[in-house]
Every structure is written in structure tokens, then in C-alpha cells.
């Protein structure tokens, strides 16, 4: 096996790393997420409970929490995929399909990156939320880059993996 396979594998506990800062981040997107919606919920119940003006921020944080976890998804290979004809066809012809199709989830995390912060700096930099008018939709937008990003990343280490993958033997 190619010495670059070993010396790439000293890099994955900073991939375990950003994986679970990630994943917490994603968690703390969705208390804060149910914590707004059921404080919105029982203000417009309950009539001395003020309902807060500002929940549309609940759609926000799901955006960041939606598309971050989609790149936790690249890292576990949890997306969706079609598997049904891999037990027929070739092993090396799979491998080849895993390794196009990470090309080109890659290819779409590339776009995200640079036309996510072309509609964040632009659209979202002049433009507020109506309840909190302090508050640029630049965060509204900001989550495709940094999605983008986290799949970037994650998409390298799936690829250099499906590299590896021609090189292992069966078994291993």
C-alpha cells in the first residue's frame, strides 16, 4: 500500500475531532431550536406569556443544523444511496461508482462554498430580519458556505478512503 495512505491516517483524529464538534454544534442548534418554538407555542397560548417576536429564528438555526448534520452524513456514508445492484455488479466497478459519485459530491461542495458566500455577502449583507431589523440575513445565508466547507473536508477524507480502497486487499 502506498506510503501516503499511512501518513493520511495520522490526520483522522482531526476528522474525529471536527466530526463531534460538529455534532454538537448540532445538538445545541436543536435545544435551542425547541427551546424557541415551544416558547412561541405557549406565548400564543397562555396570555400572559409574551410570544416572542423574534422566533422566525427557529428557521435559521434549522437551516445550519439541516445542512451541517448532511455533512456528518458524507463522513459516516449515512446519505442517501442507491446500494440495491452493488451485490451484482463488479467489486472494482462499485468501487469505481463510490469513488465518481464522492467526486462529485465534492464538485457540489465546491459550489456551495463560493455561490453560498456570494449570496451571503451580497443578498444576506443587505437585508435584516423583520423582527430583529439588528440582525443581517447574512446568517440566513451563511450556512451553504459552511456546509460546503464541512463536505469539503469530509468529501477529501471519503475519497482518499475509496483510494485506499484499490489498494486494500479483500479482507483487511
Given at each position: 500500500?502506498?506510503?501516503?495512505?499511512?501518513r493520511?491516517e495520522k490526520?483522522?483524529?482531526?476528522?474525529?475531532?471536527?466530526?463531534?464538534?460538529?455534532?454538537?454544534?448540532?445538538?445545541?442548534?436543536?435545544?435551542?431550536?425547541?427551546?424557541?418554538?415551544?416558547?412561541?407555542?405557549?406565548?400564543?397560548?397562555?396570555?400572559?406569556?409574551?410570544?416572542?417576536?423574534?422566533?422566525?429564528?427557529?428557521?435559521?438555526l434549522m437551516?445550519?443544523?439541516?445542512?451541517?448534520s448532511?455533512?456528518?452524513a458524507i463522513?459516516?456514508?449515512?446519505?442517501?444511496?442507491m446500494?440495491?445492484?452493488?451485490?451484482f455488479?463488479?467489486?472494482?466497478?462499485?468501487?469505481?461508482?463510490?469513488?465518481?459519485?464522492?467526486?462529485?459530491?465534492?464538485?457540489?461542495a465546491?459550489?456551495?462554498?463560493?455561490?453560498?458566500?456570494?449570496?451571503?455577502?451580497g443578498l444576506?449583507?443587505?437585508?435584516?430580519?423583520?423582527?430583529?431589523?439588528?440582525?443581517?440575513?447574512?446568517?440566513?445565508?451563511?450556512?451553504?458556505?459552511?456546509?460546503?466547507?464541512?463536505?469539503?473536508?469530509?468529501?477529501?477524507?471519503?475519497?482518499?478512503?475509496?483510494?485506499?480502497?484499490?489498494?486494500?486487499?479483500?479482507g483487511?
Amino acid at each position: 500500500m502506498p506510503v501516503i495512505f499511512s501518513r493520511l491516517e495520522k490526520i483522522k483524529p482531526l476528522y474525529d475531532l471536527m466530526d463531534k464538534v460538529i455534532l454538537f454544534l448540532c445538538k445545541l442548534l436543536l435545544i435551542a431550536d425547541i427551546a424557541i418554538t415551544t416558547m412561541s407555542v405557549i406565548g400564543r397560548q397562555i396570555p400572559f406569556i409574551p410570544d416572542p417576536a423574534w422566533s422566525e429564528l427557529v428557521l435559521t438555526l434549522m437551516s445550519y443544523m439541516a445542512v451541517l448534520s448532511a455533512a456528518l452524513a458524507i463522513r459516516r456514508k449515512s446519505h442517501i444511496r442507491m446500494t440495491t445492484f452493488d451485490r451484482f455488479l463488479p467489486k472494482t466497478f462499485v468501487k469505481i461508482l463510490d469513488l465518481l459519485s464522492d467526486i462529485a459530491v465534492l464538485v457540489l461542495a465546491v459550489i456551495m462554498i463560493v455561490v453560498g458566500w456570494k449570496y451571503a455577502a451580497g443578498l444576506g449583507a443587505v437585508g435584516s430580519y423583520i423582527s430583529m431589523p439588528w440582525l443581517s440575513k447574512f446568517w440566513m445565508y451563511f450556512p451553504i458556505p459552511i456546509a460546503g466547507l464541512a463536505m469539503l473536508i469530509f468529501e477529501l477524507e471519503r475519497i482518499f478512503l475509496d483510494l485506499e480502497a484499490f489498494y486494500r486487499k479483500e479482507g483487511e
